[in-house]
């Protein structure tokens, strides 16, 4: 029953956060960002439900692994809501130009990694499929890592479309786009 809960409560406070903040409008956003969209979300669907496919078929997590990706995913979900939290009114789901009064975002968690809110969710996926199936269940964490380096790829280009060589110094400052001392 715990891992139930363990699953669950990070779930419903991932599900909650998304919609209030991914109900802005992507109105304004190219075609290829939006596709892109429909792709991260069918491999965030598939990183939540794979695990609990496969968890029937295989032994349980230990207790002590529960507890660790129970932790991870509340983690996580802290993580990204709080970069949702410090772009306010500029966040987006689907990465688009903004108004003229748009400005770069550097403080925060975005003074340490360029993208924290692709880091949030990949450590809340991480922790609710470990609480599901075990180690094994980060396999299908995967494709949503591969799509969030593809996606960071393009938001880096419109950035630096947008802002120039205030962006260049960002990353000069900040050198880690989503795991300090790794990428």
């Known amino acids: ?24 409008g992507s109105r304004e956003a190219p075609a290829e960002a939006v596709a892109m969209d ?13 695990p609990l496919l496969l968890a029937p078929m295989i032994a349980r997590p230990l207790p002590a692994i529960v507890g660790a990706g129970f932790a991870v995913a509340l983690g996580g979900v802290a993580v990204r809501l709080v970069a949702m939290m410090t772009l306010r009114s500029r ?10 009064d748009h400005y770069l975002v ?9 993208h924290p809110g692709y880091g949030g969710i990949l450590l809340a996926l991480s922790g609710m499929a470990l609480t599901a199936a075990g180690p094994v269940a980060l396999a299908f964490v995967a494709p949503v890592a591969v799509f969030c380096v593809l996606r960071i790829a393009g938001e880096e280009r419109l950035l630096r479309e947008e802002f120039g060589t205030d962006f260049s110094d960002y990353c000069g400052a900040v050198r880690w786009r989503l795991v300090p001392w790794l990428y």
């Open 1 to 24: 029953m715990l891992d139930v809960l363990a699953w669950v409560t990070p779930a419903v406070l991932l599900a909650v956060t998304e919609l209030v903040f991914a109900a802005r």
């Open 106 to 114: 550097t403080r925060g968690p975005y003074a340490l990694v360029r």
């Open 91 to 100: 966040y987006r789901l689907t990465p688009q130009r903004q108004s003229s």
């Open 38 to 50: 429909h792709v991260m979300k069918a491999a965030t669907v598939l990183s939540l439900a794979a």
